[in-house]
Every structure is written in structure tokens, then in C-alpha cells.
């Protein structure tokens, strides 16, 4: 599995109010199953990161369009980014 980094911005605050309660049900689901490993807001609260573990980009792209944010034209500037986790050690 890969780890991905996932950075967005969001559109206006309405927007993020209206589809955040889906977004958090489908970011919990996601954690339950392992796919999501960690989520939050900037403590600016004007956009967010999220880590996706997946088997390859395309899994991880599908985390991002699935996203009711995503959805909702809510969020918006999406970066996705494959990283390669060091600490801890991956041995």
C-alpha cells in the first residue's frame, strides 16, 4: 500500500456546512476500513488534509471524487501527492 496526501481549500463556509455532515460520515467509513488515516482542517479553517492509504494513485484519486465536499463543489483546489512514509520506520 502507498500513502497519499491530499491538500484542498474549501469554496465558502456555507458550502462546507451544508456537506459536512455526509463528508464526515464518508471520512469516518473510510477510516474504519483503514483508507483514511488521518483528516482535519487547517487550524485557519480554510481548507483541509487528508492521508489516504491506497493501493495506487487511481485508488486514491477515487477517495477525492467520492467525497461529498468533492460533490458539492464545496472544496476546491485539490492536490494529490504520493509519499513515502519514513517514521515510523515501514521495515
Not at 28 to 55: M, Q, R, W, Y
Request: aromatic fraction near 8%.
Amino acid at each position: 500500500m502507498s500513502h497519499f496526501l491530499l491538500e484542498y481549500r474549501y469554496v465558502s463556509q456555507d458550502a462546507r456546512m451544508a456537506a459536512r455532515e455526509d463528508h464526515l460520515a464518508y471520512m469516518n467509513g473510510l477510516n474504519a476500513k483503514g483508507t483514511v488515516v488521518l483528516a482535519g482542517p487547517f487550524a485557519d479553517d480554510l481548507g483541509a488534509v487528508v492521508v489516504i492509504e491506497a493501493p495506487d494513485l487511481a485508488a486514491a484519486q477515487q477517495v477525492v471524487d467520492g467525497d461529498p465536499y468533492t460533490a458539492a463543489g464545496a472544496a476546491t483546489g485539490h492536490t494529490l501527492r504520493e509519499f513515502r512514509v519514513v517514521v515510523p520506520s515501514q521495515d
